[in-house]
């Protein structure tokens, strides 16, 4: 590994870590279970358009060029960059496009569901979970159950079943009727107003 390479899989590693000592502060304060914390949103942001910058000189961070760790981190940095659907999809893009060896599959797998999940498409690996009519943590829709666990499978993923059975069983709380409401509703206006949808058009007479 070249000094560059070295230095961009330091700052990566750092930087996946100060997402996750932020995302546990600001857990522990309950300020992560009313939308999207700006706080938070910042550190994504700022860590979406250093990876940007890195992906424009040097190109992807591969495994090969800054090792497994640090690709893994590059990937949550682009995983955690929700506000910004253009660069989500150019970097699945990207991660489609390498040999298998220089990325985890799994990576490109999450990152396609998390996108279709915000663009309203059935997602197809089974990995991005939210609370349904019953306020109970359940996948996303997918768009085969059988297709999907043959696909997890093919990554090396349990079955669908299995993961949902395991995340219900630490969910320490399900939300009233009036907060799921409440949680869809700024769902529903965030999405719009980061350009994930569409707003509704109304019926022209």
Known sequence: MDADFRMIAEELVRRREHDFSVRERLLEAGRLNDGYDPEMEAVHLGNAAWLEAVVEKYGYPTIGRVGADA???AWLIIQH????????????????????HEADPKNAAYLE?????????????????????DGLLSPVP????????????ALGLPPLAEVTAEMRKR?????????????RARCRAWLIETGW???PQENSR
Not at 116 to 133: A, H
Not at 171 to 183: A, K
């Open 113 to 133: 569901d998390r996108i279709r999940m915000y663009e309203g498409k059935p997602q197809r690996y089974g990995t991005q979970f939210d609370r349904d009519d």
């Open 71 to 73: 690709s893994n981190a």
């Open 81 to 100: 960059a929700i506000s910004r659907p253009a660069f989500l999809r150019r970097m699945l893009a990207v991660l489609r496009s390498l040999p298998e």
């Open 171 to 183: 969910d320490t709380g399900r939300p009233t009727r009036e907060e799921l409401e409440r949680h």
């Open 142 to 153: 997918c768009d085969d159950p059988a297709q999907v666990d043959r696909r997890r499978a």
């Open 197 to 199: 949808r569409t707003p």
